[in-house]
């Protein structure tokens, strides 16, 4: 949208918007700009507009049009700041009118910067915290992957995880060669840090009117982009355990630090493995 320049009358301060190509200054009332002052000529002078270029013309008034000071004939060129005397004479020795041009032009908008990719991302590492976050502390996500594609991801609770196996506990009865991806997250920490798992072997594991099943994996691809990420990001620490697991006695129940009994889950008869093979 284009700025219309305006005249500003240093003496009483008012404000003259040039909004016609071209605006007529003079005393006749018909003109855009009227100063009703005898020394001012009917049609005195006149501002157009070309390509967005400004430019004042005397109309052959009696006591002339002055542009910085200095008599115009013809048309001259507006800058923005640009003092315009109108009617010098020996009643008005400083002129009977002196206006200001005012035309600012619109500041450049800042060049906005592009944000970087994800690859980017990896590679400045510009979203990984300052400080490390403890490992306790982080999201763990489990996406399975199929033929037909990515299932829903789920939210599971970690048991172990070290750079060859990963445990975890989910209500879902994996199967041993499935492959797996988790996700560990964290709201300071972006994009989540990724890795590859292929599950070995399925326990089952007794839960309060629940169950539940531990599902022991090995690491199949942690890249070394990500590996450097969890060095830089990431504070071992000790996992969080859950109190919705029952165990073999009172008195390891009583031990957080132990791992909760599990035991084998039971291999399925013929039938039931077919069954159970439909199913998933």
Do not use: W
């Amino acid at each position: 949208m284009k700025i219309k320049p305006e005249l500003i009358d240093t003496r009483t301060g008012k404000h003259f918007r040039v909004f016609k190509n071209p605006t007529i200054i003079g005393r006749h009332r018909s003109c855009e700009i009227c100063f009703p002052i005898v020394e001012v000529s009917r049609r005195h002078c006149a501002i157009s507009e070309e390509n967005d270029t400004y430019y004042i013309e005397d109309l052959k008034s009696v006591n002339g049009t002055f542009l910085n000071e200095e008599a115009i004939s013809g048309r001259r060129r507006l800058e923005d700041g640009c003092h315009i005397k109108i009617s010098k004479c020996t009643k008005y020795p400083a002129g009977a009118k002196v206006l200001v041009f005012r035309h600012p032009q619109p500041k450049p908008k800042p060049a906005v910067e592009e944000k970087p990719s994800d690859s980017e991302k990896k590679d400045v590492g510009e979203f990984l915290p300052k400080t490390k976050l403890p490992l306790k502390h982080c999201v763990f996500r489990i996406t399975k992957k199929s033929v037909l594609g990515s299932e829903a991801r789920a939210r599971v609770p970690l048991q172990k995880l070290t750079a060859k196996e990963v445990h975890f506990l989910g209500l879902v009865a994996h199967r041993p060669g499935d492959v797996l991806h988790l996700s560990i997250e964290h709201p300071k920490m972006e994009p989540p840090i990724q890795m590859g798992l292929k599950v070995a072997r399925i326990l089952s594991v007794k839960g309060k009117n629940v169950q539940v099943y531990r599902v022991e994996t090995q690491v199949a691809k942690f890249p070394e982009k990500e590996q450097e990420r969890f060095t830089r990001a990431i504070e071992p620490t000790p996992l969080i355990r859950y109190g919705f697991l029952s165990v073999g006695s009172e008195k390891e129940g009583k031990s957080k630090e132990q791992e909760p009994a599990v035991s084998p889950a039971p291999s399925p008869s013929p039938g039931e493995e077919t069954q159970e093979s439909d199913a998933v």
